[in-house]
């Protein structure tokens, strides 16, 4: 028997139950929920075999980005498999994208997950799937496209609606459409509430426009747009801390971070990526941290072997070059070199392009060697978004470029990486960058030194 889901989407299950912990899975997965895999393995207790829901689980497991998990996902695609003679045409393209995840291909999952969006383009669930991976790739432009092309066939009173303008937010954001994204961002959170997703690019907005006050007075008294979430939540937080840091408010972020973005000590890379890059930002602004990084160093050495996302692995460098954990930088340049060299299938391509020059970047720069910090950064540099996450995110990595160059002496270099920084920002000028173009100004001048002017 088949039913149909709160996105009016066919699902081959025949127990209303079933149907129900289905609709909360999704819903939950759309917020970003704590709840999502509480009512995912309800399900499974439910409906035993039916086989999206395995295929659900393993792009769930797949989207942690650990390495343990991979063999999970696995173990979900062969039951999935076992059941697929069952399914129907939508759900076996749920089980051939975790196929493409699990083979290290993932534009190859998005387009089966967009073949769905092709004959039902209001499946929410899948268009958040597509987004979700498109995240991963660093896809901001094919995110606004795939949701561009299904957008106009959403009534007004669709239960995905406010999920849909959520992410096209946030895509709008990534493709440097900032009004607009802010506008989608505020409806989304009209229809949907508890979308954290649209309620954080709206934040995104305030960070590319370096308007940081506008960025607080957008979260706070919001907070329950993503208290419900899971590690989400400590995202947003993150949000946070950057505006604050934007405003010199270096007390208040180390709060945040203690309080809020680090509050559970997970080794969860998306948490991992938050902390190592605010402690990072802190740092390149000459404030003392005290010993937080000492306990994502311990983390982060029994991550060396996961290569399953360059943006993980790359955080995660972060921690041990800075803490000079020789043994796991060693570990981890090695796996490196060993998955670029295969460059068989996505995932390792983008571990060659951007990341072996990349991690060589951030090691030199633990080391002290700005030179070849540099150098080795500005190779990666014009490949960065291939290493996935946002631009806010990937930010971290631009600001050691160019403090490595100014270190170096590099001013000229820097003054016109300076100028495209702020250029790929909609030409909005942020406190770093302010604050870098007077640290120029002072060498080249040494009447600048004294406050004077032309």
Same mark, same amino acid.
């Given at each position: ?173 990534? &493709? ?32 590319? &426009? ?65 902390? &190592? ?100 950064? &500005? ?15 990937? !930010? ?33 000028? !942020? ?24």
């Amino acid at each position: 028997m088949s039913r149909y889901d709160l996105f009016e989407q066919p699902v081959t299950l025949a127990d209303a139950d079933a149907v129900t912990e289905w609709n909360a899975m999704s819903r939950a997965f759309m917020a970003h929920g704590a709840s999502t895999p509480g009512h995912l393995g309800k399900l499974l207790d439910i409906a035993p075999e039916y086989g999206a829901a395995y295929a659900i689980k393993g792009l769930f497991y797949a989207l942690l980005g650990r390495r343990e998990l991979l063999s999970d996902a696995a173990i979900a695609l062969s039951k999935a498999e076992t059941l697929i003679s069952d399914a129907n045409a939508r759900e076996r393209g749920f089980i051939g994208a975790l196929q493409h995840v699990l083979a290290g291909n993932i534009t190859n999952a998005v387009l089966a997950l967009e073949a769905i969006l092709e004959v039902a383009p209001t499946d929410t669930l899948a268009m958040k799937l597509s987004h979700a991976l498109r995240f991963v790739l660093g896809d901001g432009a094919g995110m606004r496209q795939s949701i561009e092309a299904v957008l106009p066939r959403y009534r007004d009173d669709h239960a995905g609606r406010g999920y849909l303008l959520g992410c096209h937010a946030f895509a709008l954001e990534e &493709t440097g459409d900032y009004a607009r994204a802010a506008l989608a961002g505020r409806a989304a959170l009209t229809l949907a509430p508890d979308d954290a997703w649209g309620l954080h690019a709206v934040a995104h907005v305030h960070d590319m &426009t370096a308007d940081a006050k506008g960025g607080l007075e957008w979260l706070d008294g919001r907070e329950a747009a993503w208290a419900h979430c899971n590690n989400f939540r400590f995202h947003v937080w993150w949000h946070k801390a950057l505006m604050m840091l934007e405003l010199g408010r270096m007390d208040a972020v180390l709060e945040l971070y203690d309080t809020h973005v680090r509050s559970e000590k997970t080794d969860d890379y998306r948490d991992i990526s938050n902390a &190592t890059s605010l402690l990072s930002r802190l740092e390149l602004e000459g404030v003392d941290v005290s010993d937080r990084w000492e306990e994502l160093a311990d983390l982060a050495e029994n991550r060396t072997e996961d290569g399953c996302l360059i943006f993980a692995d790359l955080h995660y460098l972060l921690a041990l070059s800075h803490e000079n954990r020789d043994d796991g930088i060693a570990r981890m340049m090695s796996r490196l070199a060993t998955d670029a060299s295969r460059s068989g299938n996505e995932v390792e391509k983008r571990m060659a392009v951007p990341g072996l020059n990349a991690a060589r970047g951030l090691e030199a720069f633990g080391d002290g060697d700005y030179g070849l910090a540099f150098a080795a950064l &500005t190779k990666a540099r014009p490949h960065m978004q291939g290493a996935g996450g946002s631009h806010a995110q990937r !930010d971290v990595f631009e600001r050691i470029t160019i403090d490595a160059g100014l270190r170096a002496g590099r001013l000229h270099e820097v003054e016109a990486l300076l100028s495209d920084r702020t250029a790929r920002r909609g030409g909005y000028e !942020d406190r770093y960058s302010a604050t870098r173009r007077q640290m120029i100004a002072r060498a080249v001048d040494p009447a600048c030194r004294f406050g004077a002017t032309a």
